[in-house]
Protein backbone atom coordinates (compact mmCIF):
# COMPACT_ATOMS: atom_id res chain seq x y z
CA UNK A 1 0.00 0.00 0.00
CA UNK A 2 1.72 3.10 -0.89
CA UNK A 3 0.55 6.43 1.43
CA UNK A 4 0.96 9.90 0.08
CA UNK A 5 2.55 11.70 2.58
CA UNK A 6 0.77 15.03 1.70
CA UNK A 7 -2.05 13.74 3.66
CA UNK A 8 -0.74 14.14 7.05
CA UNK A 9 -0.95 18.04 7.90
CA UNK A 10 2.10 18.89 9.98
CA UNK A 11 0.42 19.89 12.86
CA UNK A 12 -0.97 16.24 13.17
CA UNK A 13 0.71 13.98 15.90
CA UNK A 14 -1.15 10.87 14.63
CA UNK A 15 0.86 8.56 12.06
CA UNK A 16 4.21 9.75 12.25
CA UNK A 17 5.71 7.22 14.57
CA UNK A 18 4.42 3.41 15.82
CA UNK A 19 5.07 0.87 18.65
CA UNK A 20 6.99 -2.20 17.55
CA UNK A 21 5.51 -6.06 19.39
CA UNK A 22 7.39 -8.70 19.28
CA UNK A 23 5.63 -11.88 20.35
CA UNK A 24 3.97 -11.83 23.96
CA UNK A 25 4.42 -8.07 24.29
CA UNK A 26 1.25 -5.98 24.80
CA UNK A 27 -0.42 -2.73 26.49
CA UNK A 28 -2.11 -2.82 29.19
CA UNK A 29 -4.66 -0.32 29.90
CA UNK A 30 -6.54 -1.81 33.00
CA UNK A 31 -10.31 -2.07 32.96
CA UNK A 32 -11.54 0.92 31.55
CA UNK A 33 -14.66 2.70 29.51
CA UNK A 34 -17.33 0.47 31.04
CA UNK A 35 -19.97 1.91 32.02
CA UNK A 36 -20.15 5.12 29.07
CA UNK A 37 -18.55 2.76 26.54
CA UNK A 38 -18.49 -0.80 26.23
CA UNK A 39 -21.47 -2.14 28.18
CA UNK A 40 -25.05 -2.45 27.74
CA UNK A 41 -26.55 -1.61 24.29
CA UNK A 42 -23.53 0.94 23.59
CA UNK A 43 -21.98 2.33 20.73
CA UNK A 44 -18.54 2.62 19.61
CA UNK A 45 -15.47 2.58 17.55
CA UNK A 46 -12.30 1.48 17.51
CA UNK A 47 -9.76 3.02 14.41
CA UNK A 48 -5.61 1.95 14.51
CA UNK A 49 -3.19 1.57 12.10
CA UNK A 50 -1.87 -1.77 12.02
CA UNK A 51 1.65 -3.33 10.20
CA UNK A 52 1.32 -7.12 10.75
CA UNK A 53 4.90 -8.70 10.82
CA UNK A 54 3.29 -12.01 9.10
CA UNK A 55 -0.50 -13.46 8.82
CA UNK A 56 0.79 -17.02 10.27
CA UNK A 57 -1.50 -16.63 12.71
CA UNK A 58 -4.65 -15.19 13.61
CA UNK A 59 -3.91 -12.32 16.00
CA UNK A 60 -6.33 -9.96 18.28
CA UNK A 61 -4.99 -6.59 18.10
CA UNK A 62 -7.39 -4.92 20.77
CA UNK A 63 -9.23 -6.93 23.50
CA UNK A 64 -11.06 -6.84 26.45
CA UNK A 65 -10.69 -11.03 27.35
CA UNK A 66 -8.74 -12.47 30.23
CA UNK A 67 -8.45 -16.16 30.97
CA UNK A 68 -11.38 -17.80 33.02
CA UNK A 69 -14.37 -16.44 31.38
CA UNK A 70 -13.88 -12.79 32.23
CA UNK A 71 -14.84 -11.65 28.56
CA UNK A 72 -15.87 -8.54 26.74
CA UNK A 73 -15.07 -8.70 23.23
CA UNK A 74 -11.67 -8.68 20.49
CA UNK A 75 -11.31 -7.02 17.69
CA UNK A 76 -8.87 -9.43 15.35
CA UNK A 77 -6.62 -10.23 11.99
CA UNK A 78 -7.52 -13.73 10.86
CA UNK A 79 -4.73 -15.04 8.99
CA UNK A 80 -6.94 -14.85 5.80
CA UNK A 81 -6.00 -11.12 5.91
CA UNK A 82 -9.59 -10.62 6.92
CA UNK A 83 -10.25 -8.20 10.08
CA UNK A 84 -13.34 -9.70 12.54
CA UNK A 85 -14.54 -9.46 16.13
CA UNK A 86 -16.22 -11.66 19.08
CA UNK A 87 -18.50 -9.54 21.40
CA UNK A 88 -19.74 -11.67 24.36
CA UNK A 89 -22.95 -11.08 25.98
CA UNK A 90 -24.69 -9.63 29.17
CA UNK A 91 -25.49 -10.90 32.71
CA UNK A 92 -26.53 -14.53 33.28
CA UNK A 93 -25.95 -14.86 29.74
CA UNK A 94 -22.18 -14.05 29.54
CA UNK A 95 -21.41 -17.21 27.25
CA UNK A 96 -23.89 -15.83 24.49
CA UNK A 97 -21.52 -14.19 21.89
CA UNK A 98 -21.58 -12.73 18.05
CA UNK A 99 -18.78 -12.84 15.72
CA UNK A 100 -18.15 -11.34 12.41
CA UNK A 101 -15.64 -11.25 10.07
CA UNK A 102 -14.83 -8.83 6.99
CA UNK A 103 -14.28 -10.67 3.58
CA UNK A 104 -14.19 -7.67 0.93
CA UNK A 105 -11.03 -6.48 1.34
CA UNK A 106 -7.99 -7.67 3.77
CA UNK A 107 -5.12 -6.93 5.50
CA UNK A 108 -1.51 -8.34 3.38
CA UNK A 109 1.21 -8.36 5.90
CA UNK A 110 4.94 -6.37 6.34
CA UNK A 111 2.46 -3.50 5.15
CA UNK A 112 0.48 -0.38 6.81
CA UNK A 113 -3.41 -0.24 7.25
CA UNK A 114 -5.94 1.75 8.82
CA UNK A 115 -8.61 -1.01 10.18
CA UNK A 116 -11.83 0.59 11.88
CA UNK A 117 -14.18 -1.80 13.50
CA UNK A 118 -17.38 0.17 14.52
CA UNK A 119 -19.94 -1.91 16.89
CA UNK A 120 -23.71 -1.06 17.77
CA UNK A 121 -25.14 -2.68 20.27
CA UNK A 122 -28.96 -1.93 19.86
CA UNK A 123 -29.05 -3.83 16.51
CA UNK A 124 -31.80 -6.92 16.61
CA UNK A 125 -30.35 -8.29 13.45
CA UNK A 126 -27.25 -9.83 14.17
CA UNK A 127 -24.85 -8.87 11.31
CA UNK A 128 -25.85 -5.18 11.53
CA UNK A 129 -23.91 -5.27 15.06
CA UNK A 130 -20.47 -4.81 13.33
CA UNK A 131 -19.15 -2.99 10.54
CA UNK A 132 -15.19 -2.89 9.39
CA UNK A 133 -13.85 -0.53 7.42
CA UNK A 134 -9.73 -0.87 5.63
CA UNK A 135 -7.79 1.96 4.50
CA UNK A 136 -10.65 4.64 4.30
CA UNK A 137 -13.69 2.65 2.70
CA UNK A 138 -16.36 0.02 4.72
CA UNK A 139 -15.88 -3.41 3.93
CA UNK A 140 -19.35 -4.32 2.82
CA UNK A 141 -19.10 -8.44 3.18
CA UNK A 142 -19.39 -9.24 6.37
CA UNK A 143 -19.67 -12.56 6.90
CA UNK A 144 -21.49 -14.54 10.12
CA UNK A 145 -18.83 -16.46 12.05
CA UNK A 146 -20.67 -17.89 14.93
CA UNK A 147 -23.10 -16.93 17.83
CA UNK A 148 -24.92 -18.22 20.87
CA UNK A 149 -27.93 -17.46 22.56
CA UNK A 150 -29.66 -14.05 22.76
CA UNK A 151 -27.71 -11.29 22.27
CA UNK A 152 -28.93 -8.17 24.19
CA UNK A 153 -25.72 -6.00 24.76
CA UNK A 154 -21.87 -6.56 26.82
CA UNK A 155 -21.59 -7.16 30.39
CA UNK A 156 -19.43 -5.03 32.67
CA UNK A 157 -16.20 -7.35 33.78
CA UNK A 158 -13.12 -6.91 35.32
CA UNK A 159 -11.09 -7.76 31.95
CA UNK A 160 -8.35 -5.26 30.99
CA UNK A 161 -8.10 -3.64 28.31
CA UNK A 162 -5.35 -4.21 25.81
CA UNK A 163 -3.34 -3.77 22.66
CA UNK A 164 -2.75 -7.54 22.34
CA UNK A 165 -3.60 -9.79 24.54
CA UNK A 166 -5.42 -12.86 25.19
CA UNK A 167 -8.31 -14.77 24.07
CA UNK A 168 -9.81 -16.81 26.83
CA UNK A 169 -6.50 -19.11 28.27
CA UNK A 170 -4.66 -18.58 24.94
CA UNK A 171 -2.17 -15.54 24.32
CA UNK A 172 -3.06 -14.74 20.57
CA UNK A 173 -0.64 -12.07 20.78
CA UNK A 174 -0.21 -9.21 17.94
CA UNK A 175 3.44 -9.22 16.32
CA UNK A 176 4.20 -5.99 14.31
CA UNK A 177 3.73 -2.37 14.44
CA UNK A 178 0.72 -0.25 15.94
CA UNK A 179 -0.11 3.31 15.40
CA UNK A 180 -2.87 6.02 16.20
CA UNK A 181 -4.88 3.46 18.40
CA UNK A 182 -8.47 5.55 18.95
CA UNK A 183 -11.40 4.76 20.73
CA UNK A 184 -14.74 6.63 19.81
CA UNK A 185 -17.84 6.59 22.28
CA UNK A 186 -19.94 6.56 18.49
CA UNK A 187 -20.33 5.22 15.70
CA UNK A 188 -18.19 6.52 12.93
CA UNK A 189 -19.37 8.16 10.18
CA UNK A 190 -18.41 7.39 6.55
CA UNK A 191 -16.79 10.56 6.47
CA UNK A 192 -15.15 10.13 9.57
CA UNK A 193 -13.14 7.22 8.56
CA UNK A 194 -12.27 8.51 6.03
CA UNK A 195 -10.45 11.86 7.54
CA UNK A 196 -8.83 9.15 9.97
CA UNK A 197 -6.94 7.63 6.94
CA UNK A 198 -6.30 10.38 5.40
CA UNK A 199 -4.45 12.04 8.86
CA UNK A 200 -7.35 14.24 9.00
CA UNK A 201 -8.47 14.91 13.21
CA UNK A 202 -11.13 13.57 14.40
CA UNK A 203 -12.19 14.76 18.15
CA UNK A 204 -15.99 14.15 18.35
CA UNK A 205 -16.38 11.39 20.50
CA UNK A 206 -12.86 10.44 21.11
CA UNK A 207 -12.22 8.82 24.41
CA UNK A 208 -9.63 7.20 24.32
CA UNK A 209 -5.98 7.82 22.24
CA UNK A 210 -2.50 5.91 21.99
CA UNK A 211 0.22 5.99 20.43
CA UNK A 212 1.21 9.12 18.78
CA UNK A 213 4.72 10.14 17.29
CA UNK A 214 6.00 11.16 20.56
CA UNK A 215 8.15 8.40 22.14
CA UNK A 216 6.58 7.69 25.38
CA UNK A 217 9.42 5.57 26.80
CA UNK A 218 9.56 1.71 28.31
CA UNK A 219 7.15 1.81 31.23
CA UNK A 220 4.25 4.52 30.57
CA UNK A 221 2.10 4.54 27.39
CA UNK A 222 -0.41 8.03 27.99
CA UNK A 223 -3.61 8.50 26.49
CA UNK A 224 -3.92 11.47 24.59
CA UNK A 225 -7.36 11.88 24.71
CA UNK A 226 -9.16 13.81 27.78
CA UNK A 227 -9.47 10.77 30.06
CA UNK A 228 -5.90 10.02 30.71
CA UNK A 229 -6.55 6.06 30.74
CA UNK A 230 -2.91 5.58 30.63
CA UNK A 231 -1.54 1.87 29.60
CA UNK A 232 0.96 -0.57 31.18
CA UNK A 233 4.25 -1.51 28.75
CA UNK A 234 4.85 -5.28 28.48
CA UNK A 235 7.84 -5.16 26.29
CA UNK A 236 6.59 -2.92 23.05
CA UNK A 237 9.31 -0.68 21.95
CA UNK A 238 8.95 2.90 20.03
CA UNK A 239 9.39 2.76 16.28
CA UNK A 240 10.08 5.33 13.66
CA UNK A 241 8.52 3.10 11.12
CA UNK A 242 5.07 5.02 10.30
CA UNK A 243 2.03 4.54 8.10
CA UNK A 244 4.13 7.65 6.17
Keep these: MIINPYRFAAATTFGLASRSFTSGDYIDMGDILDTDVWVGTTSFSIAMWVKPSSLSTDQDIFSKLSAGGNRQFTFRV ?47 AQLD ?63 EVSNLYAGTEVADGLVGRWITDVDDGATTLPDYSTNSNDGTNNGTTYSADSPL
Design 78 to 124: FTTGDIGALIYNTGASANDYRSARSTATTVTAAAWHHVVLKVNQSQA
Design 129 to 191: IFDFSIDGTQTNSTTWLAALGTFNGMDDTAAPVQLSGFQDATVVPFVGNMSDVRVYDKILSDA
